[in-house]
């Protein structure tokens, strides 16, 4: 598939399909998730192959781009993986064995690219493009521009969650894995000892670049290595137990209890610094503290040296919802969490999902941007999507309910009115706000439609 083709598929007969679903079911007039159900799916089955991309240039395997004109030929982290989840929904729906073993080589390939890029030092770089540098240009470009190999920040750990997810969907096999599983190894070692605040234990962003949620503002233009976010630490978390789950698959299970022991400890880390109990409320922590004790003067302080390692920052910011999804909060926390911030329309909860920041806080903000991409308030299905399935781990399912069907809601409408999806929305209304034909964890939808209608789900490992 050429680049035009497979532009061209991402938007192709979208009019000519809604008109022929519009006249046949009668959309326009349709005001519930069950007819837009149709229409996402139908959508979705005729689009998603435009994220297909064959081996070319520095990325020898074939792989999975976000699916827009805005980014055609790149292979991206955390986008590959949410995409893939729902592209085996997709497929699964479809039946086909045919189409299940297509995807399987972009799926793989996805991984395999970005292990070409992994070293014994474990830097993996969070995007690539056929026209990217060897590694070692990679990586002098990276040291370049953050003045140190790890003052940047690399691939997000979700890695071995992507390909755990690959293995598990076939059967434990992780056979293709093997002869490169050092550098998964070497990768997510490096997240520990690059990455990890030593007196409190959790994982921080080295800057603001590359994060995954732009700008958002607890990390956002903060000194380098000073922030560390919910969203991080259960990504960090989850990646420990595919780690974990691999080890197991490829009979390494002695290797396996160093990632348990680490997952163990940064559970703990979590609760003991994250966690909130004034507000009931997973919060990012900030670590930009002088040491305790004053090497340059023996006296300073003497009275009472401090004896905290972070300070909570109490910015409503989604990601406190992260927790439920990577099950790291208690059962009690959870429900608190559910009771004060889910349910209160005033603060992250609206008719359209959940607000990535607070209209409470100071910073909000949902006008358009782009590098970076705004994550001050607006909706994006990705959040969505994560707070969905952290309500269904802890039971809560009526509230899950309302997040999906707000979701089929909104990018079913975007499809009837405009023909395409977009990047993110207004919480407000529900307005797209730039990017159409943005497909990427979007598709997520579907898999939140199968659970609607009380069909198998795919999950994310």
Request: proline share 4%; aromatic share 14%.
């Amino acid at each position: 598939m050429n680049y035009m083709d497979s532009t061209t598929s991402i938007f192709f007969c979208s009019k000519v399909i809604l008109l022929i679903l519009l006249a046949n079911v009668g959309y326009s007039q349709s005001k519930n998730w069950e007819a837009y159900a149709p229409l996402i799916k139908t959508y979705a089955s005729h689009n998603y192959k435009g994220m297909f991309r064959d081996a070319e240039g520095a990325l020898k395997h074939p792989f999975i781009v976000p699916g827009s004109a805005q980014y055609p030929n790149q292979l991206w982290d955390w986008d590959s993986w949410w995409t893939n989840i729902a592209l085996r929904q997709i497929i699964h729906e479809s039946g086909s064995k045919q189409r299940k073993n297509e995807l399987l080589e972009y799926e793989k390939g996805s991984i395999l690219n970005f292990l070409d890029y992994g070293g014994a030092d474990g830097f993996i770089p969070y995007m690539i493009t056929p026209k990217s540098g060897s590694r070692e240009e990679t990586i002098q470009y990276f040291r370049k521009i953050n003045g140190g190999l790890f003052e940047g920040n690399m691939h997000k750990p979700v890695l071995a969650q992507h390909a755990a997810f690959i293995v598990k969907q076939n059967n434990g096999d992780a056979t293709w894995l093997r002869e490169k599983f050092f550098l998964l190894q070497s990768f997510v070692d490096a997240y520990y000892h690059h990455y990890r605040h030593r007196l409190t234990g959790l994982y921080f962003f080295a800057n603001d670049k590359g994060t995954g949620t732009d700008n958002d503002p607890t990390h956002y233009y903060r000194p380098g290595k000073s922030t560390s976010t919910p969203f991080l630490n259960a990504l960090v978390y989850k990646e420990l137990l595919a780690m974990i789950y691999l080890c197991e698959q490829l009979n390494l299970e002695e290797i396996a209890t160093h990632y348990k022991s680490w997952a163990d400890d940064l559970k703990e880390s979590v609760q003991k610094h994250s966690w909130d109990p004034l507000m009931d409320y997973f919060f990012s922590v900030d670590l930009n503290l002088l040491p305790a004790k004053d090497p340059n003067n023996e006296n300073h302080h003497i009275g009472m040296p401090r004896h905290y390692d972070a300070l909570i920052m109490r910015i409503m910011t989604w990601t406190g919802f992260c927790a439920l999804w990577a099950e790291m909060a208690t059962d009690k926390q959870a429900k608190a969490i559910v009771e004060k911030h889910f349910r209160d329309t005033t603060n992250l909860k609206s008719k359209y999902g959940i607000r990535t920041l607070s209209p409470l806080e100071k910073m909000y903000y949902v006008g358009a941007s782009g590098n970076p991409s705004s994550w001050l308030g607006p909706i994006w299905i990705v959040s969505n999507y994560m707070t969905f399935k952290g309500l269904i781990n802890y039971g809560y399912n009526e509230e899950a309910k309302e997040i999906a069907i707000a979701t089929v809601m909104l990018l079913g409408s975007d499809i009837e009115r405009h023909g395409s999806m977009h990047e993110y929305y207004l919480p407000s209304n529900g307005e797209p706000v730039l990017n159409p034909g943005f497909l990427n964890w979007n598709l997520l939808v579907i898999n939140m439609i199968a659970w609607l209608e009380d069909r198998e789900v795919i999950y994310e490992f």
